[in-house]
């Protein structure tokens, strides 16, 4: 009785280890990928070209206030 129950201890551990382990990988992934895009993002905005098209920024389209 008492090995079955060490048996089972023994499983639910190694699936808390197996989940943190998975966890942690998948929270590596997804800031790698969060900070791949800020830093895109930012590239994008210090090039002056938001759409892609060449065109000005809107901001500079418009006239100086009065």
């Known amino acids: 009785m008492a090995a079955a129950c ?3 201890i023994v499983e639910i551990v190694v699936f808390v280890v197996l989940s943190i382990v998975f966890f942690y990988v998948l929270y590596g992934v997804i800031k790698a990928a969060v900070r791949d895009g ?3 993002a930012d590239r994008v905005r210090n090039s002056g070209n938001v759409g892609g098209t060449g065109a000005p920024d809107v901001a500079e389209q418009r006239e100086p206030l009065a």
């Open 38 to 40: 800020i830093l895109a």
């Open 6 to 8: 060490l048996g089972e």
